[in-house]
């Protein structure tokens, strides 16, 4: 079993950065992770890296969101620049089955 833990949420304005971090409770060295982003009952994909580093991006978010992995620490970060507020939703991380509870985001003037 592996628990995850998002951080790093909060509100801002329209043009601001944010940081989350997804904090394992295990090792996730060889696993591929996730982050999503969910408002009320629709989750849509972010950004995922692979074991290897391999990174992809949903088109919305390329060019502005940079997913990295401290695999010493087991967290995997989620750099948010230049939010938008459609950006404005719960993101939580996923590996294999297990899923984090999130945290909020939010984006307005």
């Known amino acids: 079993q592996v628990h995850l833990i998002e951080t790093g949420g909060s509100l801002v304005q329209p043009g601001e950065s944010l940081r989350l971090s997804c904090t394992a409770s295990?090792?996730?060295?060889?696993?591929?992770v996730t982050w999503y982003r969910q408002v009320g009952d629709q989750r849509e994909y972010v950004a995922v890296i692979?074991?290897?580093?391999?990174?992809l991006y949903t088109d919305s978010v390329k060019g502005r969101f940079t997913i990295s992995k401290d695999y010493a620490q087991n967290i995997v970060y989620l750099q948010m620049n230049n939010l938008k507020p459609e950006d404005s939703a719960v993101y939580r991380c996923?590996?294999?089955?297990?899923w984090g509870q999130g945290t909020l985001v939010s984006v307005r003037a």
């Open positions: 295990k090792k996730i060295v060889d696993d591929q």
């Open positions: 996923n590996t294999n089955e297990w």
């Open positions: 692979t074991p290897s580093g391999q990174t």
